[in-house]
């Protein structure tokens, strides 16, 4: 196919887009002729020249942030864990702008506007209603403690993530400072996990301006145990629910005073 070994790495990592003569060459090379097969292939790849639903809010999604998005519409399974703020799947508008507003001190009010609608537009394609058990978000319990952006967008976060864990693709699991003193890492991670035909599983690192992709399996099965430990160490459904609702109270006795 005239390209490099790095070239078909990336191709095969869905870092870089398939050019149509690429991916003929690599059937012909295969030996794949089947006119069914054939039509298939080039159907797959006119829908990857069709732009996405967040191509729109291209000006602020770095590459790295592009990708997450893709693998997040694909997974079958997402675990997070997050020490400082509620996951970003799991955001309200209000407290979405909070987050991005102290993160970028600097942006532009229409710059935040569109990263807020972004995280909403990740939202609505997760909680389409087709999925099970899709998001497992554990969470630290400093992080319903943390007033972001004061008791009125706090009670109203509370209030989103009750109703958040009706749903039956979602859980919300609590870990308390006591039961996991000496476990829990000081930085958020996302467990990505995907259908058979390709990569089974991939961790996602969130840094200030970048992000890590981790998808060796010798890697990748550290944080999974990592983040099998604080599943156990977490409360259960039924507790969390009820720290969360304790919180909602609190937060909201604090607004109206």
Same mark, same amino acid.
């Given at each position: 196919?005239?390209?490099?070994?790095?070239?078909?790495?990336? %191709?095969?990592?869905?870092?870089?887009?398939?050019? $149509?003569?690429?991916?003929?060459?690599?059937? $012909?090379?295969?030996?794949?002729? +089947?006119?069914?097969?054939?039509?298939?292939? +080039?159907?797959?790849?006119?829908?990857?020249?069709?732009?996405?639903?967040?191509?729109?809010?291209?000006?602020?999604?770095?590459?790295?942030?592009?990708?997450?998005?893709?693998?997040? /519409?694909? !997974?079958?399974?997402?675990?997070?864990?997050?020490?400082?703020?509620?996951?970003?799947?799991?955001?309200?508008?209000?407290?979405?702008?909070?987050?991005?507003?102290?993160?970028?001190?600097? =942006?532009?009010?229409?710059?935040?506007?569109?990263?807020? =609608?972004?995280?909403?537009?990740?939202? /609505?394609?997760?909680?389409?209603?087709?999925?099970?058990? *899709?998001?497992? =978000?554990? *969470? #630290?319990?400093?992080?319903?403690?943390?007033?972001?952006?004061?008791?009125?967008? *706090?009670?109203?976060? *509370?209030?989103?993530?009750?109703?958040?864990?009706?749903?039956?693709?979602?859980?919300?699991?609590?870990?308390?400072? @006591?039961?996991?003193? #000496?476990?829990?890492?000081?930085?958020?991670?996302?467990?990505?996990?995907?259908?058979?035909?390709?990569?089974? +599983?991939?961790?996602? %690192?969130?840094?200030?301006?970048? =992000?890590?992709?981790?998808?060796?399996?010798?890697?990748?099965?550290?944080?999974? @145990?990592?983040?099998?430990?604080?599943? %156990? !160490? !977490? +409360?259960?459904?039924?507790?969390?629910?009820?720290?969360?609702?304790?919180? $909602?109270?609190?937060?909201? @006795?604090?607004?109206?005073?």
């Amino acid at each position: 196919m005239r390209g490099s070994r790095s070239k078909i790495s990336r %191709l095969e990592r869905g870092e870089s887009p398939p050019k $149509h003569h690429d991916v003929m060459d690599l059937l $012909h090379a295969y030996g794949v002729r +089947e006119p069914a097969t054939l039509a298939t292939v +080039e159907d797959l790849l006119r829908k990857t020249d069709e732009k996405p639903w967040w191509h729109r809010y291209a000006d602020v999604t770095p590459g790295w942030l592009r990708r997450l998005i893709s693998l997040e /519409e694909s !997974a079958t399974r997402i675990s997070t864990w997050e020490v400082h703020v509620v996951p970003g799947l799991l955001q309200t508008p209000d407290y979405a702008r909070a987050v991005i507003a102290g993160g970028l001190p600097d =942006a532009e009010p229409h710059e935040i506007d569109q990263r807020v =609608a972004l995280r909403r537009g990740r939202q /609505e394609v997760l909680g389409n209603g087709q999925r099970t058990e *899709m998001l497992i =978000a554990l *969470m #630290d319990e400093s992080v319903l403690k943390r007033p972001v952006g004061g008791a009125r967008v *706090m009670a109203d976060q *509370m209030r989103f993530l009750l109703e958040a864990i009706e749903r039956r693709w979602v859980q919300v699991r609590i870990v308390r400072f @006591a039961s996991a003193t #000496d476990l829990t890492p000081p930085s958020s991670m996302t467990l990505l996990r995907f259908p058979h035909g390709g990569p089974q +599983e991939m961790v996602y %690192l969130e840094h200030v301006e970048a =992000a890590t992709y981790i998808s060796r399996a010798r890697d990748v099965e550290r944080y999974r @145990a990592l983040l099998e430990r604080l599943y %156990l !160490a !977490a +409360e259960s459904r039924t507790s969390s629910k009820e720290t969360i609702v304790a919180a $909602h109270h609190r937060y909201r @006795a604090q607004a109206q005073t």
